[in-house]
């Protein structure tokens, strides 16, 4: 990430203090050296204000008003007794423990259910099964006992958290907060896929792909670090959960993981088992080994950092290492689902969505920040998620079973759904709150701008359970222009939708470096670059396929600036985006009259109800009419830019479809 300068217009990444002690290794080849050019543009940045463990944990509480009764640090609930561990069978702790045979061992240590500090040791373990060349294999830690926490609930998991994991509180409204340590976001730069044969043909590679390879060797060293780490421990937590509400494309998936916090953000986040489908959990199909709070070992091949998240679709399993941000692990599984699903003819989507009282289904495509999980969340419709869909033969379904809501600035008063659900059983992360009240400030960027909230989706009220609906009617792009020169709706053919949808722009104000005032345009393939495995065209193809099929329109809505770039003009009000989106899902806006834009072609309605019409057409928000006609042309030639990756590829098999996307970009 040379500089930083982003004249390009590019995302760039907040450079993390490199003061590797030790020269940057060099490793062995198709080991890339991954510079900003060919590797995706993500939207998670993180910012770094702490340099020590305790500065970040003095960050995380504030003094409360000087007539706080409390002493620091008093008041912390200790002495929980043990969890009582849900009942499964020998065969659970069987399948426990080859998920944790490293591999010199054909089974794991012995497994044990249960807090080890509890005093019942039963010693349930699983009989090693005798491997085939014991005596060379024989370790103290083959000896040891791990204890399994499997499943437990939410209140079990509060407890191991205050009992044992630093950084651990209840707030006021009782969400339990939790740090994340110095990871605060995703790190796609230390994403790696296994490059086998079959993955060699079949993903996305080099230029603008997420996808920087691995071999298979590096990532088993990685694996059995992970393992081992895991291993050492005296107590793992083991959630099997389910992805896909669609019965007929459900995932079993495993977590395996060193933090209360990860356990319970994950039940969170993925579809709940009953006790049946617990019992009869069987074999996973996908495993995460999640040693978080462990580093990798950076002379590994491949490695370029001491955080890595390696995802080997052969093996079926995921390993991290270096970093304990928890949105690693969900947005780790739906780059799985991108691979898995398109297999199956099953659309993956970056979106939200929600579903009228008709039946209309509408998408919300975005990067992260442009508002999916904000307008997906609508009090007079039914959420059917946040974030990850599939859109099969049938119609859609939430691949999750929760949601994971930005929540810097958060209020009641706009956002009361979100605000609501943010009470027992839901994991915030990064926040700050008052020592003694332990009321959260939301406002609040001391640990990181990316504060988060996740909770399960039947904590929003008029969730949709199970979350799957009929075929969308309405497909929205949502992008955050900073610039202020994209128009707050406008409606889309289905070329420009796919123009759009393959572009994946969206602009952020950078506000995490000093003096940095100029937007930073970010183009992500599929509004979702850093999770996608297949090339862009294809998950492009099945979209306008399937739009075509339903009848589907298209929108692009700005979420951000309007009568001026950030600095002069102003972000668009929340409640200005939640009529427009009103006035599509009602179907009001199909029938109002339209005016072409110029540069980008797009259709502007002259009306909508509740939103003042000078800003409809953006130019007329703007007071400096020739700073807002270079702005224009700035980004379209940023637009121009970044398709010129894409117009050497054919989308589906209709060359037609091509040429008319191709000429659905700015015109200038
Ligand atoms: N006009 C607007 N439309 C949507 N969101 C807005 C708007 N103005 C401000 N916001 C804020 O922007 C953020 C959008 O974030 P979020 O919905 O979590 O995005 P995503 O789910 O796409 O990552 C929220 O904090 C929301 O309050
Ligand atoms: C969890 C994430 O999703 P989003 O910001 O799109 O809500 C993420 O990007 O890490
Ligand atoms: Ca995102
Ligand atoms: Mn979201």
Known sequence: MAGNGNTDGEFSFSAAAARDALPRITTEKG??????????????????????????????????????????GGGVVMGTSGPTTPVSGESMLQSVSASLASLTRETGPKVIRGDPTSAAKVMAHVPQTPTSAPAADVSDSSLKFTHVLHNLSPAELYEQAIKYEKGSFVTSTGA???????????????KRVVKDETTASELWWGKGSPNIEMDEQSFLVNRERAVDYLNSLDKVFVNDQYLNWDPENRIKVRIVSARAYHSLFMHNMCIRPTAEELENFGTPDFTIYNAGKFPCNRFTHYMT?????DINLGRREMVILGTQYAGEMKKGLFGVMHYLMPKRKILSLHSGCNMGKEGDVALFF??????????????NRYLIGDDEHCWSETGVSNIEGGCYAKCIDLSREKEPDIWNAIKFGTVLENVVFDEHTREVDYTDKSVTENTRA??????????????????????????????????PVSKLDLAQTMYHFISGYTALVAGTEEGVKEPRATFSACFGAAFIMLHPTKYAAMLAEKMKAQGATGWLVNTGWSGGSYGSGSRI???????????????????????????????????????PSEILE?????????????TL?????????????????????????????????PNF
């Open 31 to 72: 080991a890339k050296s991954t510079t900003s050019s060919d590797v995706c543009h993500d939207d998670t940045a993180s910012r770094v204000n702490f340099q020590t463990i305790d500065q970040l944990h003095s960050l995380q509480k504030k003094r409360s008003a000087p007539t706080t009764p409390l002493k620091e």
């Open 176 to 190: 339990l907060a939790t740090l994340s340590g110095a990871k605060t976001g995703r790190s796609p730069k230390d």
């Open 305 to 309: 950092s001491s955080t890595s998240v």
């Open 366 to 379: 975005g990067l992260s920040g442009t508002g999916k999980t904000t307008l997906s969340t609508d009090h």
């Open 454 to 487: 996740a909770y399960p989706i039947e904590y929003i009220p008029n969730s949709k359970i199970p979350c799957v609906g009929p075929h969308p009617k309405n497909v929205i792009l949502l992008a955050c222009d900073a610039f202020g020169v994209l128009p």
């Open 573 to 611: 009000k929340l409640a200005y985006t939640r009529k427009i989106i009103d006035a599509i899902h009602s179907g009001s806006l199909l029938n109002a009259t339209y005016q072409k834009t110029e540069i980008f072609g797009l259709e502007i309605p002259n009306e909508v109800e509740g939103v």
């Open 618 to 630: 953006p130019m007329n928000a703007w007071e400096d009419k020739v700073a807002y006609k270079d």
């Open 633 to 665: 042309l700035k980004l379209a030639g940023l637009f121009r830019n970044n398709f010129e990756t894409f117009t050497s590829h054919k989308i589906g098999e209709d060359g037609k479809l091509t040429e008319e996307i191709l000429a659905a970009g």
